[in-house]
């Protein structure tokens, strides 16, 4: 059975209707990357899984376990949510750091208000815990020098890689990235792609919304395409980009391909 | 009368001035969290009540609001604040108290707008950070928002708050014996008008403190904003 399981996914905002039944599977250490124009609904869809939205209607399953039914009003409990959301990250397109925090800090305040009241007892035990898991994550994205700074003095590309490590930091199921890349200038955008590269090599699951069609094309195992709030066309990278069956999908190859 | 005599002569009044100007900022700044919270409201009722209210006293000169507050007991309700005295002796503590009553409401509306704006520029990508690391609604204003929302008011709170040690002098108007008013008897009984500008310099020194603070938080605050 896949990691993820997604049925029949409807939101609605006032009367549009944005996700019109959505329906995708994610198998542990996979890469799905969801691609489409501009209102198509992608970053709905993602807001659905971690819900900052609550779907209308569907189920979310992750590990055999529901965490989410659309049409049962026991799920919307803030508490549940609260727990259940932690099956996931976000990573968002404009990074929100917290600016008062330390690199570090940005880390580890979640996990420091979020610790069962067993592990609060000893409140400098855990600090110096989760520290040392907060270096060992701005070791591997290649920013533990920076951790004693503050976000604003950091380059944009360096901030995302914070906002990354910080998701990782809950060791979430499945992280999600919002346009990752899409308020930084090409450069930076290399690097903060790297890391994302680097993380499918030590096997993370994730589901990445983007515009940089060579990325989806190159680190993804399954792409979906989505188009007016439904999936239009779905299947492995070189069925997407190499035999695209769809008319939208082709015309929205090549306008983005074009330019 | 030589410097020292009206020195001191003033010194009693800018007690009194210091008075109001430390009980209208503990006072008002308390109720203009409630007021901001108010007219935020989603329940539309008391946002429009709210908002009405804070139009009208942002509408209408403090002037005329302290003479409402003081004057209003006697003339509608035939029963004067005076009569409310608590001590005798020489500070009236009702007209003290009913200029107080109209500061505060007057700078709680004043205050209450800068935190409605200052809470209303949060990113809500801040919330939203907040909310998919699993933290609960109080942490994430007491960890995360407020500082920012405290960052976002200072420049305005600074000025607010400066208008409000000259604005003591208004106090004057309902026989409130703040500094002004000890000048204007200075001027009356003894005939000697220099200490009602003299009076400037107090205004000014406490005025520089009060900037002085402000820039001190905000130097402290510029370390997390570029």
């Known amino acids: ?259 | 009368m030589n410097l020292i005599d009206v020195t001191l002569k003033l010194m009693d009044g800018f007690l009194v001035t210091l008075a109001l100007f430390f009980l209208t900022l503990l006072l008002a700044l308390p109720l203009a969290l409630i007021f901001a919270v108010l007219s935020r409201s989603s329940f539309r009722p008391v946002k429009l009540i709210m908002r009405a209210f804070i139009y009208i006293i942002r509408g209408t000169p403090l002037l005329l609001q302290l003479m409402i507050v003081v004057y209003m007991p006697g003339i509608v309700f035939g029963n004067p604040l005076t009569k409310w005295a608590v001590f005798g002796g020489n500070v009236d503590l009702s007209y003290f108290c009913g200029a107080l009553f109209a500061f505060v409401i007057n700078y709680a509306c004043y205050f209450a707008e800068i935190f409605r704006g200052g809470i209303e520029n949060i990113p809500k990508g801040q919330y939203e950070a907040c909310a998919v690391l699993g933290m609960s609604r109080s942490q994430t204003f007491f960890r995360v928002i407020l500082l920012q929302v405290i960052r976002n008011i200072l420049a305005p709170m600074s000025n607010e708050i400066v208008t409000l040690v000259k604005d003591t002098a208004l106090a004057r108007t309902v026989a409130v014996t703040e500094m002004f008013f000890a000048a204007s008897e200075l001027l009356r009984v003894n005939f000697i008008i220099w200490p009602l500008f003299y009076t400037g310099v107090f205004y000014l020194g406490f005025s520089a403190l009060v900037t002085a603070v402000f820039n001190a938080a905000e130097k402290k605050l510029s370390r997390y904003w570029k």
């Not at chain 1, 399953?61 to 919307?76: A, C, E, Q, W």
């Not at chain 1, 409990?77 to 259940?84: A, Q, V």
């Not at chain 1, 208000?113 to 907060?134: G, V």
């Open chain 1, 1 to 259: 059975m896949a990691l993820l399981e997604v049925k029949d996914i409807k939101k609605k905002f006032d009367n549009t209707e944005v996700l019109k039944g959505i329906d995708l599977s994610l198998e542990k250490g996979e890469v799905l990357s969801i691609i489409g124009s501009s209102g198509s609904g992608k970053t709905t869809l993602l807001r659905c899984l971690n819900f900052l939205e609550l779907a209308d209607h569907g189920t979310i399953t992750v590990d055999n376990k529901l965490i989410y039914d659309g049409d049962d009003p026991s799920f919307r409990d803030d508490k549940l949510i609260r727990k259940n959301r932690l099956n996931f990250g976000l990573v968002f397109q404009q990074f929100n750091l917290f600016p008062q925090y330390s690199v570090r800090d940005n880390l580890t305040l979640a996990a420091m208000l979020t610790a069962s009241a067993e592990e609060k007892k000893d409140k400098k035990k855990l600090k110096d815990k989760l520290n040392d898991q907060a270096d060992e994550l701005l070791k591997r994205i290649g920013l533990y020098e920076k951790k004693d700074n503050y976000p604003c003095e950091l380059s944009g590309g360096q901030q995302q890689r914070v906002a990354i490590a910080r998701a990782l930091m809950l060791t979430p199921d499945i992280l999600c990235f919002d346009e990752p890349t899409s308020a930084l200038d090409p450069e930076l955008t290399k690097e903060v792609l790297k890391v994302i590269k680097d993380l499918k090599n030590s096997n993370n699951t994730m589901i990445v919304v983007t515009h940089e069609m060579d990325f989806a094309k190159n680190v993804s195992d399954k792409i979906i395409f989505m188009s007016g709030g439904r999936i239009e066309e779905y299947g492995t990278p070189s069925e997407i980009f190499d035999n695209p069956k769809s008319p939208v999908l082709r015309s929205f190859l090549n306008n983005a391909l074009e330019s």
